[in-house]
């Protein structure tokens, strides 16, 4: 159905890859892993529609105005990159029970479709009596960039892990991001053809933005059970980064215009948030037992706060304050065909609250209570 609102977005992604494994003896130590690299073309192509138009031209004074036809007119934009993404592992076998890892590799985040679209309108100015496409075009209004590039980015990472014995382990290891995170408003100039002519005209949009951001952390595993069936899985992760994502109504927002020249629209009143989904501690645990065709286990799982987008754009900040929650669950397998589970999620009600701009202000409290889970699984 084609309405002035109605975007199609279409992606056509080329890749290809070459990997070379290897499997080696060096300074006494087995070493193996892999080296290789991606490349990878992506195209797009974004129609949009918006309502159709006449240039007419006043006989008299030789004024040139838009007179929308009732009609729905079809237009298309797009746009395309290609991105080289080599990567390296390495993995020695440093003793009998102590391996070392270690990676680089070059990531890419691809922009959200919804991103991708293609929805414009003319800006126009008669005040001067134009009598030129060009004289009464000034601008576009619109949303949606089709020539949005991915985010890249630079990883390295290395671990150590330490096998005492079959059932238990101890792993730490540390790791190390380099990207060019988020978007920023800049103006550009984009050609329409309006009545036969070619126009440039400029548009404010989002574009990738060139500046790095850092983030680094820590992670530590520890596994051991025991040989009555009784074990313990611990994990923890601490991270932190120098992203900076600004509220669109209270942070500092910025616009590039045509001369390349920032100019800031807004002064911030609100600190800025983090990156999406980041969390600065998260930990979990387990204890299970595991004997037989009985499985059951205990898990505690805590994140503290994060920043998550909210609004149909992702531009207004939103804290999910820190919560610890509790499960459990237990499976009995009768025979080799059925087996039985009941799991429970948020044993003790902990209820999920957001701060709205800034920590500490709260705006909504949800509990949604224990969920409790059971079934019966038959395999022939």
């Not at 080696?24 to 490349?39: A, D, L, P, S, Y």
């Not at 898990?299 to 706060?305: D, F, M, V």
Request: aromatic residues 14%; glycine residues 10%; charged residues 20%.
């Amino acid at each position: 159905y084609e309405n002035a609102g109605t975007i199609d977005v279409t992606e056509e992604t080329i890749s290809a890859y070459a990997m070379l494994n290897y499997d080696t003896e060096m300074f006494g130590k087995f070493i193996r892993g892999n080296f290789g690299v991606r490349v990878v073309n992506s195209d797009i192509t974004s129609i949009g529609f918006r309502e159709g138009f006449d240039v007419v031209t006043d006989p008299a004074t030789g004024i040139v105005e838009l007179v929308p036809d009732g009609s729905i007119e079809k237009i298309v934009g797009g746009g395309d990159y290609t991105e080289v993404l080599p990567s390296f592992n390495l993995v020695v076998d440093y003793s009998d029970d102590i391996l070392l890892r270690a990676g680089i590799y070059r990531g890419m985040s691809r922009a959200d479709p919804s991103d991708l679209g293609y929805s414009r309108t003319f800006v126009t100015d008669d005040s001067d009596d134009p009598e030129t496409v060009e004289d009464l075009l000034v601008g576009v209004n619109g949303s949606g960039n089709p020539d949005l590039q991915p985010l890249m980015s630079w990883n390295y990472d290395a671990a150590f892990e330490w096998y005492p014995s079959d059932d238990s382990m101890v792993a730490l290891g540390v790791y190390y991001k380099q990207f060019n995170g988020g978007y920023q408003q800049q103006t550009q100039l984009e050609n329409f053809i309006v009545d036969g002519v070619e126009v440039s005209l400029p548009i404010t949009n989002s574009v990738t933005t060139d500046e790095n951001s850092d983030l680094y952390g820590f992670e530590a595993t520890f596994s051991y059970r025991w040989d009555l069936g009784l074990g313990v899985k611990l994990g923890y992760n601490y991270a932190d980064t120098t992203y900076e994502f600004e509220d669109s109504n209270y942070g500092s927002t910025f616009t590039t215009d045509l001369d390349g020249v920032a100019i800031q629209d807004t002064v911030g009143i609100v600190p800025p948030a983090s990156v999406p989904g980041f969390s600065e501690h998260v930990f979990n645990g387990q204890i299970y037992y595991q004997i037989g065709g009985f499985d059951t286990a205990l898990i505690y799982k805590y994140r503290s706060e994060y920043f998550q987008p909210y609004t149909s754009n992702g531009t207004r900040l939103r804290y999910v304050d820190e919560a610890g929650i509790w499960e459990a669950r237990a499976a009995y397998k009768i025979n080799q065909h059925v087996r039985i589970k009941v799991s429970a999620i948020n044993l003790f009600s902990e209820p999920r609250s957001d701060d709205f701009y800034t920590q500490g202000n709260l705006g909504q409290v949800s509990d949604y209570g224990p969920r409790l889970f059971a079934g019966v699984s038959f395999k022939y």
